[in-house]
């Protein structure tokens, strides 16, 4: 019995800070321009075709990269424009596709598989690709192969705003020519150590045999070998716009105190963005909940940029909790909850120095690992 043919896609939104810049202000197109941190301590977040000519790269400091292009132009982007428009591709794609996995704010793959029985896959993805184009405005590439490397590492080949289209068989013979560095994964110090070994190429790599790269890398070494011969096995796993994380607290007696009901919000708050950074998942809506004595409940909902930090949920959460709070009034239940959530797009934490932010957050999930969530809290304030 023949195993039925996959068929992934791997969608990209090329340069995608820097597109969506350029929408909104035509006159960036063309120019070297770096989306990032104006500051001393500042970093690139993402950069133009044209900077990266210079050598600018994403998470180079800013004062590098002014050093290789002084005349390039600085913005320092509108998180909540990124988000926006991710929600956008996001769904255009959630529409049409069967199954899809949203990887970061910017990238998605698509299992197409038993849909050739119906559509060619490659046209019905060129077809997705040009509504999203011309819906949107932004450039994206794809790639689309048998399995979720290959298709990744066939999108870097496609960019920038292509295609390419890799066939059930082909994938080693694709694969032959490239560097290693291509293979997702494989960093600094791991293709030095393949360099060692004489191997600068896919095809070095799927020469030698698996015993002696496992010796030399462990098990990590017998991965490299296979994804050398195009073989990955990763699924495609389910992007569900409705999963959430809530919590809610009723109160064994009403509770007419403010600053009570804002220090108990204050804590939940901190309680889910600390299982959301446990999930490695960012959140892109939150809401907050309260139910009075008759049972009449009211609630209310923000789009934010992407985030797991406590100090931008908190404060979005106590946003709406004033909007919603009729002063005075006994208040029986009180809940919040983080939607819209997709994997850490770490991207967003390059616009601002946040190498303090998240290194606090580590410690902080660092103790509260050891000793429970409630073991550091926040005050609650108005």
Not at 14 to 42: M, Q, T, W, Y
Request: net charge neutral; aromatic share 8%; hydrophobic share 35%.
């Amino acid at each position: 019995m023949t195993a039925a043919k996959r068929h992934i896609a791997h969608f990209d939104l090329d340069a995608f800070f820097v597109s969506v810049e350029c929408i909104h202000d035509p006159g960036l197109k063309g120019k070297p321009l770096i989306v990032g941190g104006h500051n001393e301590r500042g970093v690139v977040a993402a950069c133009s075709y044209e900077a990266r000519r210079f050598g600018i790269h994403s998470a180079m400091p800013m004062k590098t990269a002014m050093r290789l292009c002084p005349q390039a132009v600085v913005v320092s982007g509108s998180r909540h424009e990124y988000s926006r428009y991710s929600r956008m591709v996001t769904e255009i794609i959630s529409a049409r596709a069967p199954l899809f996995e949203k990887a970061s704010i910017d990238e998605f793959y698509l299992d197409l598989s038993g849909m050739d029985t119906y559509f060619d896959p490659l046209q019905w993805t060129i077809d997705l690709r040009e509504l999203i184009i011309r819906e949107t405005s932004l450039p994206i590439s794809f790639g689309l192969a048998s399995n979720k490397m290959v298709a990744k590492i066939a999108t870097d080949e496609a960019k920038p705003n292509g295609y390419l289209y890799v066939p059930a068989g082909s994938e080693k013979d694709f694969l032959a020519p490239l560097v290693v560095g291509k293979i997702p994964g494989v960093g600094e110090q791991t293709r030095l150590g393949l360099a060692v070994l004489g191997i600068q190429t896919i095809r070095d790599l799927s020469l030698k045999s698996p015993g002696e790269l496992e010796r030399r890398f462990g098990k990590y070494g017998l991965e490299l070998w296979q994804k050398s011969q195009g073989l990955h096995s990763a699924s495609v796993n389910p992007y569900h716009e409705s999963k959430s994380i809530s919590t809610e607290n009723t109160f064994e007696q009403n509770q007419t105190d403010a600053g009570f009901l804002l220090a108990t919000l204050v804590s939940m708050t901190e309680k889910i963005a600390y299982e959301l950074r446990l999930e490695n998942k960012t959140a892109g809506c939150i809401s907050v909940k309260i139910r009075y004595p008759d049972f009449e409940t009211t609630s209310r909902q923000t789009t934010i940029p992407y985030t797991c930090y406590d100090d931008e949920l908190i404060a979005q959460a106590k946003e709406l909790f004033h909007k919603l709070y009729r002063a005075g009034d006994p208040v029986r239940l009180l809940g919040v909850r983080l939607s819209e959530l997709t994997d850490q797009a770490v991207q967003t934490n390059l616009f601002e120095n946040n190498e303090k932010k998240t290194g606090l957050y580590k410690a902080i999930d660092s103790v509260k690992g050891r000793f429970g969530k409630y073991a550091i809290t926040k005050a609650g304030g108005a």
